[in-house]
């Protein structure tokens, strides 16, 4: 670790500048002021500071709803986009989001108006690539890989320049929207939407949806592993990664169980039992809330609704909840080393 002794020295030796010095000290104050502010087994996840960045959000929405009407007046076609018209509005916009967006996330550093500018730069920059495809005379699955290859391709930028967190969520579903258009393209996935939210929908679409799951789960555990200690935003990257990541997998192992038999229902219940190991491990309450939902169906399925059981399952959950930091120190510490242990969020004695 690196002291402030160090930092003299290198100044004197001319390494970095006074300045710089001191920048890296205010760096490692804000973090260690940020890993003692976080009490043991929380997860931290913020939406707004203040009721003041609602105000900001209301004012912003009412004020993008207003520029899209303006720019239907000026030519532009939002719901199907195409001409150059729409292409200079939707570039015209983006440079104006971007602008917006220097202000409340990199100056402001505001939370909730910096994922509202996100929504409303990725709706821009579907409407922007769906223009550009049909310019080019592009149209139906290929307008749509189009679509989501701009929309993942600008999404990309923009993460990079504002590193808003929210933008993996929409980087991920956009991924899987172009996938989709490619696969569907080659025949391998059907072509109606639809059919994307079909839990029971097996084949190439079940194998689509589980890939996609477990591709997004292992980079969400990147970002994590990188802070360890949920101070950056890189922690909260990961947070929004593993909120895409769980539904597409319990859904599909789900959709493949449920309705087959008392067996497999036992089956499914062990899943959801082995995520929620998964999630104390990974300290990622985050990435058990979507197994919640089918550990009730089943608490129905398999002992007809009892009453009796589902204040168990409650008591269970709430728990869980309040001693997640213990249950959590105990698990860590009956578990034998393993890659990447180290890197997992800090943990105590089960005591």
Request: glycine share 10%; proline share 5%; aromatic share 10%.
């Amino acid at each position: 670790m690196i002291e402030d002794k160090d930092l003299r020295v290198a100044v004197q030796r001319g390494l970095i500048t006074e300045s710089q010095a001191a920048g890296l000290t205010a760096i490692a104050d804000a973090r260690r002021n940020a890993r003692e502010g976080v009490e043991p087994g929380e997860e931290p996840f913020v939406l707004f500071k203040g009721f003041n960045e609602i105000f900001v959000v209301i004012g912003l929405v009412i004020l993008f709803s207003g520029w899209i009407g303006v720019s239907a007046a000026f030519g532009a076609e939002i719901l199907n986009p195409g001409g150059l018209d729409t292409i200079l509005i939707a570039a015209v916009t983006l440079a104006g989001l971007g602008f917006v967006q220097r202000y409340f996330t990199i100056k402001r550093r505001m939370i909730a108006p910096s994922m509202a500018l996100a929504i409303m730069t990725a709706f821009t920059a579907a409407v922007l690539g769906w223009a550009l495809a049909n310019e080019l005379g592009l149209s139906g699955l290929v307008a749509h890989a189009a679509g989501a290859s701009t929309l993942v391709a600008w999404m990309l930028y923009h993460y990079r320049v504002f590193k808003v967190p929210f933008d993996a969520a929409i980087i991920a579903g956009a991924v899987f929207w172009a996938a989709w258009s490619v696969l569907a393209l080659a025949g391998l996935l059907p072509e109606t939407g639809s059919m994307l939210f079909r839990a029971t929908q097996g084949g190439p679409m079940a194998i689509a949806s589980i890939v996609f799951g477990l591709i997004c789960f292992a980079t969400a555990m990147r970002f994590d592993m990188s802070d360890p200690h949920r101070v950056s935003t890189r922690s909260t990257t990961g947070f929004w990664l593993h909120v895409v990541a769980a539904p597409p997998i319990v859904n599909t192992i789900a959709g493949q169980l449920i309705g087959q038999g008392q067996a497999a229902e036992l089956l499914l219940l062990a899943v959801l039992v082995l995520l929620a190991v998964v999630a104390i491990v990974i300290d990622r309450r985050s990435f058990l809330i979507s197994g919640a939902g089918f550990a009730v169906w089943l608490m129905f399925s398999l002992f007809d609704g009892s009453p009796m059981v589902i204040l168990l399952l409650g008591f269970g959950l709430v728990g869980l909840g309040s001693q997640w930091d213990r249950l959590r120190g105990g698990l860590m510490n009956a578990l034998p080393d393993f890659p990447g242990k180290d890197r997992l969020p800090p943990y105590g004695s089960p005591a």
